[in-house]
């Protein structure tokens, strides 16, 4: 991963049964609410899942830089949805080895949250840390 990706941490993935997972990508905050780059979603970010929807996208453990797991790809996101406090993704690992037993066992644990990664030209932030748009 290079100096420059910027890393967006959701809430706690939870184990919703079978190798389901769920939980927020993105948690939405307010100009009090501020990530470790002093920025924030909220509920206008314009995410342009209309030109890169993140349904089908796949889901990796560490981004794809664990050095045993690799960019092994655990399953794909099934469910995105837009909510008052911030979008809710679902995925349904694969479970086929024991890597991907191991990670869902750290799921249903509390152990693991979502994450989103942007390079930094991809992202439109106001004067006051709001995204404004990602993706573009």
């Given at each position: 991963?290079?100096n ?13 049964g ?38 089908g996208?796949p ?37 086929r080895?024991?890597?991907e037993r ?7 644990d ?7 990664g ?13 995204i ?5």
């Open positions: 991963m290079t420059d990706t910027l890393i967006y941490y959701g809430g706690a993935i939870k184990a919703l079978g190798g389901k997972i769920g939980g927020y990508l993105v948690s939405f905050g307010s100009p009090d609410e501020r990530d470790l780059h002093g920025q924030y979603f909220d509920e206008t970010t314009d995410f342009m899942f209309d030109d890169y929807p993140i349904v996208e889901v990796l453990y560490q981004h794809g830089y664990d050095e045993t797991i690799g960019a092994k790809r655990l399953g794909r996101v099934t469910k995105m949805e837009k909510r008052p406090i911030g979008i809710w993704v679902e995925s349904q690992l694969k479970l080895d024991e890597y191991a990670i869902y066992q750290m799921v249903e509390g152990v693991f949250s979502w994450s989103s942007a390079e930094p030209p991809s992202v439109d932030t106001d004067e006051n840390g709001q404004i748009v990602t993706g573009k």
